[in-house]
């Protein structure tokens, strides 16, 4: 464990005392003001996956040449001193750095920096590949594959869903492998559902959440996100592959109705109900998938000794966490 | 007045007695069948604005070899004899040919094949083109220009909406110019509001409804009509006309997003919600003509003396008919 | 082929024509009546998976006596001559005889009575039992079997859901089997989820519905099916066979759970929100093979030719019955 | 600009200093309190447009002497000195005295007490007489004329919704205003309204909202708007002057019914479905003016260089800022 | 019993059969039409409690003379002789005679014509007579006196809701005075909610119903019932009568606000939501009373050895008919 | 009055000074903490019915050993010293004491730790008793004697809902004898209802409450509340004493109707809908006294001189606190 502090650290310090620290955080939030001086400010917003503080970088500070041009979102290494405003923990900041999610990484405070997925990246990665090689029709899966090619290093980070506090890296690849898994297994079951065009239909019924999401680490909707939607933004990147790899017509619009229709009811954003049998079976699984997933995150975070979570509204009830008694 | 029988004068022929016939109907069913003797027959239901009935065509007469490669929805020239078959008319057809809609038009009955609105196609027609002109930015009017032009001879006649019993023949075209009036007339009033991209918005924004629907007379939702939906289908005619004419991103993406949001509420079919002041705009119109329409409608087909029409579904009440006592 | 009429071929026969006929229908719906000259008679509604017709049979007639005791739902041999009255079908019958569902299966008209899947009876039943067999845990297994042992002859013929129509013989078995393939072949993916439970719950989940419905031809809501329904009925079951077999309390409550919480949303019927891993488990299976048993049934019976289905009020849609293009 | 100070000012002093102020401010709410050495004491909210503070007023000071028998939502010009209690700020007040609009309007200060809409009140009232003088029927005009006299000073003044925070002066007159704009805009198009109903009705629609809520800045629903609310209110306002005015039963009625339906849906509080064309009329116009008034107020208060406003409740969604790019 | 023939009596006559008959029937419906020759028709149609059917009276027949002018709703004497076309029955008509209702059950035949409830009307009425004179507070009981005198011969006979089949005579009588019983009887428990107020808010809480239907037998919706509701109408009906007895503000005001507030919920048509005790006291009982209602109706007319009753919609089941068995 | 100091006093005590108190609170939550310092402390939130505070028990003071084992939602007696901690009332705790309910209400605080019904729970538990012995079928009343006789401790005391702040001690009794008061008022007037059943099923609708819930004072929903909900718990109660009883089976399944639809809609939580006539009787009552009492509370905690209440989220309004004008 390196020497960096993060945010429920710093809060656990003496609020009397003024305690010199470092720490990396993500950057939140970034809003310009004027002090009564007339002087400009900053007043940032900074956290990690246990919490966030704010702090402000005043005009002729060295802090505010750094903070000033950095995108919300960016990772910064900071130094300060611990200080309390009016009750709330309010840092002086002292020296501060944008850095890149691979020093992060090195400085191994990455996964305190945001939520991740127990899986590896490269394993569910490799998962993915191989779910695209198991495509037997030649330009469905060029189709697929160049859409994937196209978006590999967002896809491989980007998560499934917004939340401020917890943006849950890695989590659309992990929701989309989980899903090829649960297609994968289930079709021999369902032989009216064509394999290729369901396995396609997994692999891509969320890739508009990476048009419609920006920011890495502190989600949030685009402006494109707003103005048309994952579903839409999906479509259009599928029509625009399966257009340059010449995928015929039939399977083009089969293809784009999962994803136009992979949200299961108009008032959850689907743009269509889903009517072949592959799109039913495709928003089946996604729905299953991402109850469970709700499930196995309450399970994996639960504190020791907890009999139940918290009330989870995408369940409406709370988890029971105890495992059965077997005996 | 012609010698055709309407389907209403046929009904009301003595049922005791057969009266040979001629008469114009669309051919609103076509199914094929076999009789008991193995033999093919047509079983098809033939109808005009006002009903419909039965009859069959069997495989070895002559208006079978006719109707047979006919498409449901084109009008059909009849000749037969009146007849009841277990207290259902059931005419005995002698004679049939599959006649243009123009031919229908000469023969002056083309009225009382499908309900029409009041004012003459051309004029509406022409008002459009006026509205199309009034765009002033030329990439935008290009784009607009080329959609209609495009698609000129289906929007000229197409319904507005779904109906089995009353098609509403050029029902898309008086809706649409009936809001190009009231976005002109409101425009002024609201200069928040970019002219050029609400006068767009307005008559591009159920021009998916081209695709959505199939047959002039006995309209029916088509395969991509039930896959993608009308809001999918006329935001790709936007955007394939908007790439041709290379309108710039920031228009076409402001105009694609009034066709994505124009039905209101996401579970009425909208992809996304009205974000933009010419979207809200566009949006609020189309809800305001629509009721109007419906309220002009039963104006226009009220029988004298009636006080109130019969109960609207989309008003969930009926309508005064009589005028206000101005005394 | 018998030289029994279906329902369908009967009213094919000219109408003008009195024609001899035997038949195997079921007694859909009975009532007493009585003539104006105050002679009783039974009102007699009689039909196959391909329709009904109503019929009378008079007091003073063998059909009366022979019918006049015998339950709603039972399977009829008649014979009789084709008549019509005031233009609807209602035959003279002469004689009539109660028989057993075995009698209808030898004379190989059972299939024409009613809709039935096309997997065989037996193989089903078959992977129940493997099912049951793979539960590890000794009381849990026990405690299934002992349900599945008392209702057997219940389970294998009952529908999964009313049907006024088309009663769906072994549509129960068929449904929780299909379950019970998808549960499997998903818990490897799933290592949160207790797969003994898991599958003691999918086998167990509708189980209620065997004292829901009454009648396995033309079921009916029972009494207690009414005033209980059948998650209650269910979890009634389910709890004596456990208390029977000593399943702690701990295993005994989660089993019940699930049958508690498997209708997804109060409004549905749930008498509590799934909050267990086993009981969202559950639940999204039971939705996801409702949706696919929805899908595979217009599939299996849609006329050739068609391109979509009727609209399905399950999935409010119309499917796509064609196959995809692979070309 | 005045040396009154605002709330934000306020808010931006140093909090370790005690700085004189003075200040003229809405007296949101007083409660009375006793201390716990028996004495009386008041806790006040006192705000502007831009935000709001408490502070105390004991027993023997010349402040509660003032304020204890003003009315909430009178206006209060006040000296004090800034001082934080518990991380609050709260400060000591010295003098305070109760002034009218009047005073505040000539201390330059009104307008930053409450929000008001960008047109001068007066050109807002001209154009609602001109649209009284409008209608040509004369008992008609002579009932909205009169219910316009007898509420002249309310109407020009009271908000058109409940907000605590901006309270909107003017804003029922605005937003009135700007419907009988469309409404005269309109009517061209839609012969089937008669116009001396469809202005009367703009005109008299929310009328009832001058007894619905009390207190022009600090509004709150009053004794009757909670019993009764705003359509019924306006309902009796009507029927009184139409009454008086000796308007013929028809006319009566229509416009009366203008009045119950113009909320659009029962669950949004109408107490009927509009059910002439001028009800629909005046309801969709009213719906239009209020999401357009929503856009325009988002633009009006936009901070430079956002690209987004906040999500909207009434919209569901954020608004586009941005004007669009016309190159 | 008379000799004249119930509707359900003349359908049970053999068909083949011209048998000469004599009835007394509501005028259900008249509309005028023109034959194929030129010469105008009214179609009627006819019925009583059981059933109803259609028949022609033709320009130059003397039932023509005598039905023309008569309104709908109206009772009719009627001979003829029965006779099925297209096989319905629809008899040929030879003489007809508009009587009063008095002269209905003067032939036996007005509890067959309309449903009505089990208590005598005198009795009902003699209950709300009572129910009145407990108003201890002398201007509130004048005030309800004052409604109740002026509407009696109304009150007494008209309907609680519309129903085309069973128009059920005395029906608001009967709801209003069992709802009367049932206030008086929990007054005590509830000592919050002011008797005087309660009652008599019992007893107008429906009064509007009296305008807002029309026809004492086939009740339908009048003009100012679909253009102001019940709800409005009782408004203003009791807020005339409370002025006339100079009833003081808060009682007025609290009584209107129980007929605003008694339906409930905004979208069942309250104009407000309960907020008093009062109110909150007569809004439940309505609902008790109006369920109870239902429960007594299929109760009262359950054909013998039905175990259930069909299902009834504001129940949303069905009801178990047969009686515990208190063994 | 003790020298107990209840919450809200001592939050008004002066924040600058450190005041020694003793005071009764029930130990809302009680969290084990780790201090950066590796030692273990408890973090505690006490309250009363005025409200809470949190404090800290570090692991080697004398409060930690005593309040380490005990319960949440048990009575700790507590001394200390007021403090103020980042501007949040946070005291600093000396001596602590468990104690049973008996000694707080021996104390005299019982009454302001939680809130009470004002009727003496001995009159409430006499009319429950009353109530059971008016049941005139042997077996029926021993059935419901043997569930209110193994639960009299539990039943006694019970909230009839949860509320963090305002656990309403013998809510349920309160709730359960006012429904029986109602029931047996309104019985005469009800024939068609078994008033044995209905007094049984009133007297058992809730009874699951009783574990459902658990913790007199700060009620929280227990395991089994959640994975079967108070109608399946009652349900069990009910159906075993009736098992035990002899109850006969028509009974049996009658009286468990009751307690499986009370809840009035499935989306409430109702398993089956009302069918029976005790059924939706008692269903009825249960909703007119939840009602009246929301409204009993608001006039019984009335500030004096307030004219309305808080808005209540069950009446959807705010309740008229005056009473009425009657002079």
Redesign the interface.
């Known amino acids: 464990m390196s020497d960096y502090k993060s945010v429920s650290e710093l809060k656990?310090?003496?609020?009397e005392m003024a305690v010199p620290f470092r720490g990396i955080y993500i950057l939140r939030r970034k809003d310009s003001r004027t002090?009564?001086n007339g002087n400009p400010f900053l007043s940032l917003e900074l956290g990690d996956s246990g919490g966030s503080f704010t702090a402000n970088a005043f005009g002729d500070s060295p802090v505010f040449e750094t903070i000033n041009p950095a995108a919300e979102g960016c990772i910064v290494r900071l130094s300060g001193k611990t200080e309390?405003y009016?009750?709330?923990f309010s840092p002086r900041l002292q020296a501060a750095e944008v850095i890149e999610a691979a020093e992060a990484e090195a400085d191994g405070v990455l996964g305190q920096l945001v939520e991740v997925p127990p899986e590896p990246e490269d394993e569910l990665w490799a998962d993915l590949q191989e779910g695209i090689a198991a495509i037997a029709?030649t330009r469905l899966r060029e189709t697929v594959q160049r859409v994937i090619d196209e978006t590999e290093t967002h896809f491989r980070t980007a998560p499934a869903a917004i939340s401020m506090h917890h943006a849950y890296r890695h989590g659309l690849l992990e929701h989309t492998v989980?899903m090829l898994?649960?297609c994968r297994?289930?079709l021999?079951?369902?032989p009216?559902?064509?394999g290729?065009?369901a396995i396609a239909g997994v692999i891509l019924h969320d890739i508009g959440k990476l048009e419609e999401y920006e920011g890495d680490f502190a989600a949030k909707t685009s402006?494109?996100g707003?103005?048309?939607?994952h579903?839409?933004l999906g479509?259009r990147l599928c029509r625009k592959a399966a257009i340059q790899c010449q995928l015929?017509n039939?399977?083009t619009?089969?293809l784009?109705?999962i994803i136009?229709s992979h949200q299961g009811?108009?008032?959850?954003?689907a743009?269509?109900?889903?009517?072949?049998?592959?799109a039913?079976?495709v928003s089946?699984?996604d729905?299953?998938d991402a109850?469970?997933g709700m499930?196995?995150r309450v399970?994996r975070n639960a504190a020791e000794g907890d009999?139940?979570s918290e009330r989870l509204a995408g369940?409406?009830?709370?988890?029971?966490l105890a495992?059965?008694?077997?005996?």
């Open positions: 656990s310090i003496d609020p002090a009564k309390y009016n009750g709330r029709h989980h898994r649960a297994a289930l021999p079951l369902y009216q559902v064509d290729d065009l402006r494109s707003t103005l048309q939607g579903v839409v479509f015929n039939d399977l619009e089969r784009e109705h136009l009811e108009l008032e959850w954003g743009a269509a109900m889903a009517a072949t049998p592959e039913v079976f089946m699984i729905n299953l109850k469970m499930v196995q399970l009999e139940f369940l409406q009830t709370r988890v029971l495992p059965p008694d077997k005996s």
